[in-house]
């Protein structure tokens, strides 16, 4: 007991320095160099009052720590884990982004198919954002990078160790899982398949058949709950947990860590499942998934981390369901990756000759937009029940067996690719600055927030002046009037030199922004936005009113052009957004002062003697590592 308070007056005095605190943390945000740009509150502190203010907090800290210490009551314990937090927070991020789609807007009102499109694409690449920060987590949780990489010797470990560095001093987070999948396929003696595909699509069942056993557990709900790898070996199962420790258990318990129903939410904090089995083909390894598509989005975030890690990917779409977004977004992600795929429609037993066909026809038209012509994927059927061999049969033998009986010089293919590719990433992470340091780093986010903030307020006054600038255009068309001309070329004229005018003002302040530093940088390349609204071509004719007094003109060109604020309002708004975007690329485009850029270019320099290094990897190093087999 505390001195001379009861338990409840301790949890009260407790209760209300952690409010204190999380004031206290208010602060100590506001005080950060660099504010988020969604922050209510303006950048309006001197950096002598930040340093001022960050002193007071550590102040009003240590006096309430001096506080309960005098009142002899125990510190808080911080029985939260910072990396729980942090991932929680990421998975929910991705949850809200999944939320915001065409569909979920049109709640809201009518929405532009174009603007839903638009909307729906950018919530997906923030999604694959916000998996990326998840991903650093688990770096260290499957025994730390670095460590990792250390223990890889030869060229390759020359240039993963040089990559981690520049990752690591530059801050370039989407360097990290290339670097992971890298790594790990430099250290792997099979070639790994990774089977995809969305919930209860068939992807354990499709592996059973593949090894010969009923290895994975199947079922009709969600049952893969993390990432299982399936290789030939003695009957087997290695469970690694996120703590580094390691179980190995008999294949009969592999439900109880793999299965959404005996391992809820991955309560056991399993961090992947490694299964050896004696049927299995040599020389390949397969990795079933979790899958996507369901309310767990940490299944669906595992899915989408672990491609990358495979050298070939199958993607399942079951029969009779439509292809959705996450499909898709596999096979893109596959093909992004460098990775080459095949789609399989799954469970064919259910359809006949005719619907086989027409839902082989329907995945290639809906994938042909997304991969164009020349980057089209092999679609097949298959099944895994008995009496509907033919598909399997194909499968393994046109696809599977090729793979197993060239795998060594495949995995040395795979691992020379992601190197390159690992290579590539890292010198356009570099080009898109990086990580900024000191003050001259410093100086340049600042002119960067400020021009967006000014370009902010000028896009929102133009995206909310379609009213204004009806008035004018109607004092154009009067004008023409006036002179006894057609007004509809003033008033268009009048339209686009608003439009006008606002890029103009942008662009004047991105231009300010690049030469607003000691050093001045050269013109943006990017084109910008064209202001040509579909409604602009409708406006042919506005013949001037016969017989019309000139004090009632005004007025009646106001009328003949008021069906116009509609329109109006909403090209003014999209090309707000669209000015808003432009500007916010071309500040990306700015560049820190010399000693930065001449640190980026020693950058480059190095990048491209790693990659020569690359074309000396897998001749007898990888071999030597890699032993051939055959599929058996």
Same mark, same amino acid.
């Given at each position: 007991m505390?001195?001379?308070?009861?338990?409840?007056?301790?949890r009260r005095?407790?209760?209300?320095?952690?409010?204190v605190?999380?004031l206290?943390?208010s602060?100590?945000?506001?005080?950060?160099?660099?504010?988020?740009?969604?922050a209510r509150?303006?950048?309006?502190?001197?950096?002598d009052?930040? +340093?001022?203010?960050?002193?007071?907090?550590? @102040?009003?800290?240590?006096r309430?720590?001096?506080?309960?210490?005098?009142?002899?009551i125990?510190?808080?314990?911080q029985?939260?884990s910072?990396?729980?937090?942090v991932?929680?927070?990421?998975?929910?991020?991705?949850?809200?982004?999944?939320?915001?789609?065409?569909?979920?807007?049109?709640?809201?009102?009518?929405?532009?198919?174009?603007?839903?499109?638009?909307?729906?694409?950018l919530?997906?690449?923030?999604q694959a954002f916000?998996?990326?920060?998840?991903?650093?987590?688990?770096?260290?949780?499957?025994?730390?990078?670095?460590?990792?990489?250390?223990?890889?010797?030869?060229?390759?470990g020359?240039?993963?160790?040089?990559?981690?560095?520049?990752?690591?001093?530059r801050?370039?987070?989407?360097?990290?899982?290339?670097?992971?999948?890298?790594?790990?396929?430099?250290?792997?003696t099979?070639?790994?398949?990774g089977?995809?595909?969305?919930?209860?699509?068939?992807?354990?069942?499709l592996?059973?058949?593949?090894?010969?056993?009923d290895?994975?557990?199947?079922?009709?709900?969600?049952?893969?709950?993390?990432p299982?790898?399936?290789?030939?070996g003695?009957a087997?199962v290695?469970?690694?947990?996120r703590?580094?420790?390691?179980?190995?258990?008999?294949?009969?318990?592999?439900?109880?860590y793999?299965t959404?129903?005996?391992n809820?939410?991955?309560?056991?904090?399993?961090?992947?499942?490694?299964?050896?089995f004696p049927?299995?083909?040599e020389?390949?390894?397969?990795?079933?998934t979790?899958?996507?598509?369901?309310?767990?989005?940490?299944?669906?975030a595992?899915?989408?981390?672990?491609?990358?890690?495979?050298d070939?990917?199958?993607?399942?779409?079951a029969?009779?369901?439509p292809?959705?977004?996450?499909?898709?977004?596999?096979?893109?992600?596959?093909?992004h990756?460098?990775?080459?795929?095949?789609v399989?429609?799954?469970?064919?037993?259910?359809?006949?000759?005719?619907?086989?066909?027409?839902?082989?026809?329907?995945?290639?038209s809906?994938?042909?937009?997304?991969?164009?012509?020349?980057?089209?994927?092999?679609?097949?059927?298959?099944?895994?029940?008995?009496?509907?061999?033919?598909?399997?049969?194909?499968?393994?033998?046109?696809?599977?067996?090729?793979?197993?009986a060239?795998?060594?010089r495949?995995?040395?293919?795979?691992?020379k690719?992601? %190197?390159?590719?690992?290579?590539?990433?890292?010198?356009?992470?570099?080009d898109?600055?990086?990580?900024?340091?000191?003050?001259?780093?410093l100086?340049?986010?600042?002119r +960067?927030?400020?021009?967006?903030?000014?370009?902010?307020?000028?896009?929102? +006054?133009?995206?909310?002046?379609?009213?204004t600038?009806l008035?004018?255009?109607?004092?154009a068309?009067?004008?023409?009037?006036?002179?006894?001309?057609?007004?509809?070329?003033?008033?268009?004229?009048?339209?686009q030199?608003?439009?006008?005018?606002?890029l103009?003002?942008?662009?004047?302040?991105?231009?300010?922004?690049r030469?607003?530093?000691?050093?001045?940088?050269?013109?943006?390349?990017?084109?910008?936005?064209l202001?040509?609204?579909?409604?602009?071509?409708?406006?042919?004719?506005?013949?001037?009113?016969?017989?019309?007094p000139?004090?009632?003109?005004?007025?009646?060109?106001r009328r003949?052009v008021?069906?116009?604020?509609?329109?109006?309002?909403?090209? %003014?708004a999209r090309?707000?957004?669209?000015?808003?975007?432009?500007?916010?690329?071309?500040?990306?485009?700015l560049?820190?002062?010399?000693?930065?850029?001449?640190?980026?270019?020693?950058?480059?320099e190095?990048?491209?003697?790693?990659?020569t290094l690359?074309?000396?990897? @897998?001749?007898s190093?990888?071999?030597?590592?890699?032993?051939?087999?055959?599929?058996?």
């Open positions: 505390s001195l001379g308070l009861n338990e409840s007056q301790v005095v407790l209760s209300t320095f952690t409010y605190d999380d206290l943390r602060v100590e945000s506001l005080t950060h160099p660099d504010p988020s740009p969604f509150e303006r950048p309006d502190l001197s950096p009052e930040c +340093r001022l203010l960050l002193s007071f907090v550590s @102040g009003a800290r240590s309430m720590i001096a506080a309960l210490d005098r009142l002899e125990p510190r808080p314990e029985n939260l910072a990396r729980r937090s991932s929680t927070a990421l998975l929910f991020g991705e949850i809200s982004l999944s939320e915001l789609e065409t569909r979920s807007l049109r709640g809201y009102g009518a929405i532009d198919e174009a603007a839903g499109a638009e909307v729906t694409a919530a997906a690449d923030l916000m998996r990326r920060g998840i991903d650093l987590l688990r770096e260290e949780e499957a025994g730390g990078l670095a460590d990792q990489v250390a223990g890889i010797t030869g060229e390759v020359t240039i993963l160790k040089a990559i981690l560095k520049i990752s690591t001093e801050g370039l987070a989407e360097v990290r899982p290339l670097l992971a999948a890298a790594a790990e396929r430099a250290q792997a099979t070639f790994d398949v089977v995809f595909g969305r919930v209860s699509s068939g992807k354990s069942s592996i059973n058949a593949l090894v010969g056993g290895v994975l557990p199947v079922g009709a709900t969600p049952v893969t709950a993390v299982v790898r399936i290789q030939r003695a087997a290695e469970v690694r947990l703590d580094g420790r390691t179980e190995s258990v008999p294949v009969s318990e592999l439900p109880s793999a959404e129903e005996h809820p939410q991955n309560r056991r904090d399993v961090l992947s499942i490694e299964v050896t049927s299995a083909p020389g390949l390894r397969f990795l079933d979790p899958g996507v598509g369901s309310l767990a989005a940490s299944g669906s595992q899915a989408f981390a672990w491609l990358p890690r495979c070939f990917g199958v993607v399942l779409v029969a009779g369901t292809l959705g977004r996450d499909e898709t977004a596999l096979v893109s992600g596959l093909r990756a460098g990775i080459d795929c095949r399989l429609v799954s469970k064919a037993d259910l359809l006949d000759g005719a619907e086989t066909e027409q839902a082989t026809r329907y995945v290639r809906e994938l042909e937009p997304l991969l164009g012509p020349k980057q089209s994927v092999d679609i097949l059927p298959v099944s895994t029940r008995p009496g509907h061999p033919e598909g399997l049969r194909q499968f393994r033998g046109e696809v599977l067996e090729a793979l197993a060239d795998h060594v495949r995995a040395n293919h795979a691992l690719a992601r %190197l390159r590719r690992l290579i590539a990433v890292t010198a356009a992470a570099l898109g600055g990086g990580q900024t340091l000191g003050t001259a780093g100086d340049l986010e600042k +960067r927030g400020a021009a967006a903030e000014q370009i902010g307020r000028e896009t929102d +006054r133009l995206a909310g002046s379609a009213g600038v008035e004018a255009v109607a004092g068309v009067a004008r023409a009037w006036a002179r006894g001309e057609d007004g509809a070329s003033a008033g268009r004229t009048a339209i030199a608003v439009a006008g005018r606002a103009a003002s942008v662009r004047e302040v991105v231009d300010g922004a030469t607003g530093g000691a050093e001045s940088g050269p013109a943006t390349k990017r084109v910008p936005p202001f040509d609204p579909e409604f602009l071509d409708a406006l042919k004719a506005l013949p001037p009113p016969r017989y019309l000139g004090f009632l003109r005004d007025g009646a060109a003949a008021a069906p116009l604020l509609p329109h109006l309002d909403q090209a %003014l090309f707000a957004v669209r000015l808003r975007a432009w500007s916010e690329g071309a500040l990306k485009e560049r820190p002062p010399d000693e930065m850029m001449a640190s980026g270019l020693v950058r480059h190095e990048l491209a003697a790693l990659e690359v074309e000396h990897v @897998g001749t190093e990888a071999e030597g590592q890699i032993h051939a087999h055959s599929f058996r």
